[in-house]
């Protein structure tokens, strides 16, 4: 049973994001609902603890990015593949949102209490998580337009009723902040009466009013009923627009950080612990506030990183890379960055505003155009837009550059920058088709002329397991390369997602950093060359003596210098 201090902790919360809405009285009910939610999960759980170390990697997916003509229930089918080639060096698999939808990749939920039945059931995500960590999407901002409860909205029935944004002609909306550049406000009359539904995203996802306690409410079950069935790590989808007050930026509201907090307060309490992660692809400082003071978010996706990897690569210079790591906060035990360079979304350009400047971005923008890329925009005045994301695999994005226009060094290009995203600071996560080297698929996008199906190509089981036979295929040499990676990185206490990270400024040719250990015993140096040409690093004569992790056979030393060949990495360990 909570206790009255624990109690008091909800109720607090609860008043700094209601205080301006509701009475004490109805601050009260609302936090004696939360406390019987956790009460009752408690009676029927015992106390689990998460562990997160240099073991924990990600695997990012959706529940049918392997598929079989034979099998009904496709994350069966994703089980049994993940079981003979992923489980050796993934712990955790995040699958993309599962539930019915009606658009975006399943980001459009109609239900959040029910699995794709071409997907499969819940017992199928619960057998996942009995030998793996489970991390799903909380689509917490918006839902569809086609599910029960916006017909219910329209009703004035519940579940429902009352459950999405709907504002009047006053509502100043000159200051908003725009992710897309559709129109954001749907004209309807409710009830006779003219109303702007809220459309952030699309028009088929209609955002949450969560200024109705019942939404949160419910989101809290919903978390609550993702933990019963395995889910120990949520996503956070869209999570900073949560909040919209007239004649703000309707970004980044007190409120949206203090149900954050509030949401981390009462999984502290259930007795199996769980992580939260916020989906925030914003520029750094707004991205990293969603630490708060170690009160919020657990882990926060390291956004800036995959764009800022991308352009040192395709520009041979590290000096952006640089800055920014020298200025990156370390992050505190029980925090951690989540590492990546793809997602099933495009490559955000939000994150890099304020590093790379506009030139700089123009070229970074037609060089991707040249390797494939689509781009999707956002509204930045009434009628301005600004480019959102390039939309483009990282294969793709990193097969040629101005400095190599034939693709030759096309893998250790993307090898490399997969390294660094293994060995930074944090916990790090692959897409799933990133660890075979997947191409856009022009076929699908011809198809749909969704930008962001270029990024989302699902394999049929049988044709991904033959190109892995075949030791020569694309696929299966990338998937060796990034699967030796990550089988390094799990013996590596120096690779520990809180372990130190310190920059080691080599130069424009070279992106260097030190990791130490948390017990100080274990120091390792990643050392990147970002160029077509051999470089030649004046390294600490100790360092000469160290152990090259990677590749012990490529290690060459002249005249007290480390040679790197094109694009390559070290890891040098002290042990």
């Keep these: ?161 009352d459950y999405f944004l709907a504002v009047n002609s006053n509502f100043n909306v000159s200051k908003v902040i725009r992710p897309r550049d559709h129109q954001l406000l749907k004209k309807i009359d409710i009830f006779k009466k003219p109303k702007f539904l809220w459309r952030t995203f699309s028009p088929d996802q209609l955002d949450m009013n969560f200024k109705n306690p019942a939404v949160l409410l419910r989101f809290i079950k919903i978390m609550i009923n993702l933990i019963n069935h395995g889910v120990t790590i949520f996503r956070l989808d869209a999570i900073a627009y949560l909040w919209k007050e007239s004649g703000t930026k309707c970004i980044n509201l007190r409120e949206t950080h203090e149900i954050i907090k509030l949401l981390r307060i009462v999984c502290s309490f259930l007795n199996v612990e769980s992580i939260i992660v916020t989906e925030t692809n914003l520029p750094e400082k707004e991205n990293i506030s969603y630490f708060g003071n170690s009160d919020e978010a657990h882990w926060i996706y390291n956004f800036s990183l995959p764009p800022l990897l991308i352009y040192s690569f395709l520009f041979e210079n590290s000096s952006y890379l640089n800055r920014w790591n020298k200025k990156l906060p370390q992050t505190k035990k029980g925090n951690s960055y989540l590492n990546f360079i793809a997602s099933h979304d495009g490559i955000g350009m939000r994150p890099v505003e304020g590093i790379i400047n506009e030139d700089n971005k123009d070229k970074f923008f037609k060089r991707l155009k040249k390797n494939g890329s689509k781009f999707s925009y956002r509204k930045v005045q009434s009628k301005s837009k600004k480019i959102y994301e390039a939309n483009i695999t990282v294969f793709d994005a990193l097969k040629k550059s101005d400095y190599d226009p034939k693709g030759r060094f096309y893998l250790e290009r993307f090898i490399s920058a997969h390294s660094i995203m293994i060995s930074f600071e944090g916990v790090p996560a692959i897409y799933f088709n990133s660890l075979f080297g997947t191409s856009n698929d022009e076929a699908k996008y011809i198809i749909t002329g969704n930008n962001r199906d270029l990024n989302r190509y699902r394999w049929k089981q049988k044709n991904l397991l033959d190109n892995l036979k075949n030791l020569n295929s694309k696929q299966s040499i990338f998937y060796k390369n990034i699967t030796n990676l990550l089988n390094i990185r799990i013996k590596q ?80 360990s002290n042990i």
């Design 493 to 572: 206490k120096a690779f520990h997602p809180n372990a130190k990270r310190y920059n080691i400024d080599l130069g424009i040719n070279i992106f260097c950093f030190k990791r130490i250990s948390l017990d100080k015993k274990q120091t390792i140096i990643c050392i990147t060359n970002l160029t077509s040409k051999i470089q030649y690093t004046n390294l600490n004569r100790k360092y000469n003596l160290w152990k090259n992790l990677i590749s012990p056979q490529n290690r060459l030393i002249k005249k007290d210098k480390i040679e790197l060949k094109p694009f390559e990495t070290m890891w040098l």
């Design 1 to 161: 049973m909570l206790s009255q201090i624990d109690q008091k902790k909800i109720k607090f919360k609860l008043k700094s994001i209601y205080k301006f809405h509701l009475s004490e009285t109805e601050i009260n009910n609302c936090c004696e609902k939360i406390t019987k939610l956790i009460n009752k999960f408690n009676k029927k759980k015992n106390r689990k603890k998460k562990i997160v170390s240099e073991k924990t990697s990600i695997i990012i997916c959706y529940g049918d990015s392997v598929f079989s003509s034979t099998q009904r229930h496709l994350i069966k089918n994703f089980q049994s593949f993940f079981k003979k080639k992923l489980s050796k060096y993934f712990n955790t698999v995040h699958f993309l949102p599962f539930y019915p939808s009606s658009s975006d990749s399943g980001f459009a939920v109609k239900d959040h209490y029910k699995i794709d039945s071409k997907l499969g059931n819940w017992s199928d995500i619960k057998k996942f998580s009995e030998k793996n960590d489970v991390m799903a999407d909380v689509v917490i901002n918006h839902s569809s337009a086609r599910g029960l409860w916006f017909k219910n909205f329209l009703k004035e029935k519940k579940p429902g009723k």
